[in-house]
């Protein structure tokens, strides 16, 4: 599953680096890849972001969140507080509205 442009985004924001950025998507797919558990959860916009967040662009710290959902995928969302039901809103806070395109 494509990365939703807000996603895209933050991480271009919080991973400035030249080609930082490239290598934080290219792990998010790697993990979606790799994971023992549904591939639903890794591949879903929530996840990822919750990984992104928690890393706060350390990329020490995004090794951190990926290993940690790799362990258990409810952990990070817990972690980064998107666990409640009221992490729509939370997540737009933290991404900004979902574009047209990120449906």
Same mark, same amino acid.
């Given at each position: 599953?494509?990365?939703?442009?807000?996603?895209?985004?933050?991480?271009?924001?919080? @991973?400035?680096?030249?080609?930082?950025? &490239?290598?934080?998507?290219? +792990?998010?797919? !790697?993990?979606?890849?790799?994971?023992?558990?549904?591939?639903?959860? @890794?591949?879903?916009? !929530?996840?990822?972001?919750?990984?992104?967040?928690? &890393?706060?662009?350390? +990329?020490?710290?995004?090794?951190?969140?990926?290993?940690? &959902?790799?362990?258990?995928?409810?952990?990070?969302?817990?972690?980064?507080?998107?666990?409640?039901?009221?992490?729509?809103?939370?997540?737009?806070?933290?991404?900004?509205?979902?574009?047209?395109?990120?449906?």
């Amino acid at each position: 599953m494509p990365h939703t442009a807000r996603l895209q985004r933050r991480i271009l924001r919080d @991973f400035p680096q030249p080609g930082s950025a &490239a290598e934080i998507l290219a +792990a998010l797919d !790697r993990m979606a890849a790799e994971t023992t558990h549904s591939r639903d959860y @890794f591949e879903s916009e !929530r996840v990822k972001a919750a990984i992104v967040l928690l &890393a706060n662009g350390s +990329a020490t710290e995004f090794r951190r969140a990926v290993n940690l &959902a790799k362990r258990d995928w409810r952990d990070v969302l817990v972690d980064a507080d998107l666990a409640s039901e009221d992490w729509p809103a939370r997540l737009d806070a933290e991404l900004g509205p979902p574009a047209d395109d990120d449906h």
